[in-house]
C-alpha cells in the first residue's frame, strides 16, 4: 500500500464521514454566502477534490516525517560533535520537567542534577525551540526593512519545500514528479538568493562579506554538481528518483550482484559529494558564515525565531542532499528484504550525515579564492572527465554484456 | 491531466511559504518588543558602527561570475541532452560534444588570461 493510496482512503472516509456534513451545514446556514465557483460539498464528492485532499495528506505526512528526522539529524550532530570534543552534550530528561513544574508552582526547584540531566537530551532541541520563539526580534534602524524580513522567508521556506521532494521509498513518496531531481536542484539553488538579500539588507558589514561569499560559493561547485549529477541521469535517462533507484538495481553485470552509481562513477561520486557539501553549506565550505572571521556571516544582525529556523533550514538542507546523494549513487532505498525500504533509505542518509559531522570537526575552512580554484581548476575537469567515462560505457555496454555473459548466480 | 504529479509539489510550496511567514506573525505574541537605540545599532563587535555597509562592493570574483554565466546555460542544454541521450542519432550526439569541446576551448582560453584580469 503506497502512501498515496492510503491518503486517498483516508480523504474519502474523512470527506464523507465530516467535511462534506459541515460544509452542507455551513452552506445551509448562510445560503447568500455560498461559493460563487460552486459548493465545497459538491467538489469533495468529485474524485479531483478527494484527490486534492488526499495530496494535502500526503504532504503532510512527508513534512511531519521530514520534520522528525530534522529532530533526529540536530540531536546526532550535537552528540557527535560533544564526542569528538571529549564531553557529553546535551543530556536533559524527562524528568526535568517536575523541576519546570516546581519552578511553575513557586516553590524553589529541587536541583536534583544526576537524576534530571542523565537522559539522551533530545528534549533540548524543544527547550531551544521555546527559548527561540519567546526571544525578541530586533530589526537594525539602518536595515532595509523589507527585504530584511523577505530574505529569511525566501531562505526558510526554499529549504522547507525540499522537505516532500525526494521519495523515502517508491511506496512512500508525496510527490512522483517526472522531473523530481530538477526540481529538488531548483529548490536548492533558491538559497543564495535568500542568503545574498538577508546579508545585504542588514547594513552590517560582516553580513555583507557573508553574502557576497555565498554568492562567490554559488559559482564555483553548481556546474560541478550539476555535470556530477549528468552522469547518473545519463545511465538512468530519466530525472525520477525511482527510475534512477531502479536502473541502479538493474545494472547487475557483476555476479547478479547490483553495482550502485558509486562504483561505476566514483570519479562522479567524489565530485557530487564535495558539490553537495559546499551546496548545503557544511563546515569545509560555510564560507557565508564563517564564526571564526565573519561574527555569525550573514545571520550576524538576525535574532530570535529567525535565526533559529536558519539553522533549522542548514539541517533540512544537509538531509535533503544526504537524500539526494543516496538516490543518485548509493542505489536509494535498495537493500536486502527483511528490513524495510524506508529504513534503508534513512540508515543510508544518516550514514552520509554522520560522515558529515566528523568532517565538520575534522578540517579546517577553505578560503574564497580556494573554492573557486577548486570548483573550476579541479573539480569542473573531473565531472567532465566522468561524463566522458559513462559516455563511453553506455556506448559499449552492449559489446561488453556479449562479452561477459555471466551465469545468473544469485 | 498533463503535469498531474506537479499538484502535491504546488500544494506544498504554497505550505512551505506560509510556514515561515505563519510562524513569525503567531510568534508576535509570545515574544517581547522593547526598542532601545543601542539595540537597534548594527552590530561591530561592540564598537561603535563606521559608515555603511551599502557600498560598491570590490567583486573580485567577476571573471569567474562572466564565466559561470555562459556555463550555466551550457550545462542546461547539456542536462537536457543527457535525459534523451540513449535515444539519440550518432550526429546528436557528435553535435553536442563538439559544442561541449567549444565551450571548453574558451574556458581554457579565459584562464590562460585569467592572471592578468584577477585583481
Not at chain 1, 498515496?4 to 455551513?26: D, G, H, R
Not at chain 1, 569545509?284 to 529567525?306: C, H, K, M, N, Q
Amino acid at each position: 500500500m503506497s502512501l498515496f493510496s492510503f491518503c486517498k482512503w483516508m480523504a474519502e472516509w474523512t470527506a464523507q464521514k465530516m467535511l462534506i456534513p459541515i460544509f452542507e451545514f455551513q452552506e445551509g446556514l448562510f445560503p447568500p454566502f455560498t461559493n460563487p465557483a460552486g459548493s465545497i460539498a459538491d467538489w469533495l464528492g468529485t474524485d479531483g477534490g478527494i484527490t486534492t485532499l488526499a495530496w494535502l495528506y500526503a504532504v503532510n505526512i512527508a513534512f511531519a516525517v521530514g520534520m522528525t528526522n530534522l529532530i533526529l539529524v540536530i540531536h546526532l550532530e550535537r552528540k557527535i560533535a560533544a564526542r569528538i570534543q571529549d564531553r557529553r552534550g546535551p543530556m536533559l530528561s524527562f524528568r526535568s520537567f517536575r523541576e519546570l513544574g516546581e519552578d511553575l508552582a513557586g516553590s524553589a526547584p529541587s536541583w536534583k542534577f544526576k537524576e534530571n540531566y542523565a537522559g539522551i537530551g533530545i528534549l533540548q532541541n524543544l527547550a531551544d525551540g521555546i527559548k527561540a520563539i519567546a526571544k525578541e526580534l530586533i530589526v537594525p534602524a539602518k536595515a532595509d526593512k523589507f527585504l530584511f524580513t523577505m530574505g529569511p522567508i525566501i531562505f526558510i521556506s526554499s529549504s522547507v519545500f525540499l522537505l516532500v521532494l525526494f521519495p523515502l521509498s517508491d511506496r512512500f513518496a508525496a510527490s512522483s514528479a517526472p522531473a523530481g531531481l530538477m526540481v529538488i536542484m531548483a529548490a536548492f539553488s533558491i538559497a543564495p538568493i535568500g542568503v545574498l538579500t538577508s546579508g545585504w539588507a542588514s547594513n552590517n558589514k560582516y553580513s555583507m562579506i557573508g553574502g557576497m561569499r555565498s554568492a562567490a560559493q554559488l559559482m564555483s561547485y553548481e556546474i560541478p554538481l550539476l555535470l556530477s549529477m549528468a552522469g547518473v541521469f545519463l545511465m538512468a535517462g530519466s530525472y525520477d528518483p525511482v527510475v534512477i533507484v531502479e536502473q541502479q538495481q538493474a545494472s547487475s553485470w557483476f555476479f547478479g550482484i547490483p553495482i550502485w552509481n558509486f562504483i561505476p562513477q566514483f570519479i562522479g561520486f567524489i565530485v557530487f559529494m564535495i558539490c553537495i557539501l559546499a551546496e548545503v553549506e557544511r563546515v569545509p565550505f560555510d564560507l557565508p558564515e564563517a564564526e571564526a572571521e565573519l561574527v555569525e556571516g550573514w545571520t550576524t544582525e538576525y535574532s530570535g525565531i529567525r535565526y533559529m529556523f536558519f539553522l533549522m533550514a542548514e539541517y533540512i538542507r544537509g538531509f535533503a542532499g544526504a537524500a539526494v546523494a543516496t538516490i543518485l549513487f548509493l542505489g536509494g532505498w535498495a537493500g536486502p528484504w527483511p528490513i524495510p525500504p524506508e529504513i534503508w533509505f534513512l540508515t543510508k542518509v544518516y550514514l552520509i550525515i554522520i560522515f558529515w559531522i566528523f568532517i565538520r570537526w575534522s578540517v579546517p575552512r577553505i578560503r574564497t579564492d580556494q573554492i573557486l580554484e577548486l570548483g573550476w581548476k579541479k573539480l569542473l575537469p573531473l565531472s567532465l572527465i566522468n561524463l566522458l567515462i559513462v559516455i563511453f560505457m553506455v556506448e559499449i555496454y552492449p559489446y561488453f554484456s556479449e562479452i561477459v555473459s555471466l551465469p545468473e548466480v544469485f | 491531466m498533463l503535469g498531474d504529479e506537479y499538484v502535491p509539489i504546488g500544494i506544498f510550496a504554497l505550505i512551505a511559504l506560509s510556514f515561515p511567514v505563519m510562524t513569525f506573525f503567531i510568534g508576535r505574541f509570545f515574544r517581547p518588543h522593547n526598542d532601545n537605540a543601542l539595540k537597534n545599532s548594527t552590530y561591530e563587535c561592540g564598537e561603535v558602527p563606521v559608515g555603511e555597509a551599502h557600498i560598491q562592493f570590490h567583486f573580485q570574483y567577476y571573471m569567474f561570475a562572466i564565466l559561470f554565466v555562459v556555463f550555466d546555460l551550457v550545462v542546461v542544454f547539456l542536462i537536457l541532452w543527457v535525459q534523451v541521450y540513449l535515444d539519440l542519432a550518432i550526429a546528436a550526439k557528435v553535435v553536442m560534444l563538439l559544442f561541449l569541446l567549444l565551450t571548453l576551448l574558451g574556458l581554457w582560453y579565459a584562464f590562460r588570461k585569467e592572471d592578468v584580469i584577477w585583481i
